[in-house]
């Protein structure tokens, strides 16, 4: 009489959420294993690469998501720039200014207004 029962609604994910998770898997398996192959990461920060990227995917929220893509474009520069510090740097600030460019187009479109 005094205590309810507390009815727990779990989230289900869709399938395609779930193809999605296992594409980003193999892409952030792939671009780490070149990058460790090439020597341009420790096969000690490849793993932790992965396995922290499997650990967020798991997680779903939308902070781990931005976490893994910021991580797998890390993984990409440093693999397409060869180790390069000073390439590095400027080909990540390109990149960052470009996504600060492509947001704020998504805004201008509507993006964050639309309900769901």
Do not use: C, H
Not at 73 to 102: M, R, W
């Amino acid at each position: 009489m005094f205590f309810r029962k507390k009815v727990v609604y779990v989230e289900k994910r869709s399938k395609s959420s779930k193809y999605i998770n296992i594409a980003t898997i193999i892409s952030i398996a792939l671009a780490t294993i070149k990058a460790a192959y090439f020597n341009i990461i420790s096969i000690e920060i490849a793993a932790l690469i992965l396995i922290g990227s499997v650990i967020l995917l798991a997680i779903g929220s939308s902070i781990s998501k931005i976490i893994i893509a910021l991580v797998s474009a890390y993984v990409f520069f440093k693999s397409t720039t060869n180790g390069d510090e000073l390439a590095f740097t400027e080909a990540f600030t390109y990149f960052i200014a470009l996504v600060i460019v492509l947001f704020g187009f998504y805004v201008m479109f509507g993006g964050m207004s639309r309900k769901k």
